[in-house]
């Protein structure tokens, strides 16, 4: 189970954390993603972090601004976002990958959280 939090309304140029807690013992071998969706629009792939916390990814809308991180013992993902821009409003989800391979697919994840708004006003 995937528990997306931190969300809220904050102005441009603000910075926001958001936490995706995840249940499951084996948590620190889980490959997880955040995306979001934007309305009237697909889902966007934001970043994506290996099991060990080495490799990170990020969609190119993103990169430079946004950071993946986790936290093992805490069962916990974050997503730290900085310089937010209005286009960043939208609902943001984390997901889980049973593949070891790292994708930026939605299709590709088999696990979703329930997502957590986003605002970001000019």
């Known amino acids: 189970q995937l528990q997306a939090s931190g969300g809220g309304l904050v102005q441009s140029g603000d910075s926001l954390r958001l936490s995706c807690s995840v249940s499951g013992r084996t948590f620190s071998r889980y490959n997880m993603g955040w995306f979001r969706q934007a309305p009237g629009k697909e889902r966007e792939f934001v970043g994506y972090?290996?099991?060990?916390?080495?490799?990170?990814y990020y969609g190119d809308s993103v990169k430079g601004r946004f950071t993946i991180s986790r936290d093992n013992a805490k069962n916990t993902v974050y997503l730290q976002m900085n310089s937010l821009k209005p286009e960043d409003t939208a609902v943001y989800y984390c997901?889980?990958?049973?593949?070891?391979?790292?994708?930026?697919?939605?299709?590709?994840?088999?696990?979703w959280g329930q997502g957590t708004q986003v605002t970001v006003s000019s």
């Open positions: 997901a889980r990958r049973l593949s070891p391979t790292y994708s930026s697919t939605s299709g590709e994840y088999h696990y």
């Open positions: 972090i290996r099991w060990s916390g080495g490799s990170a």
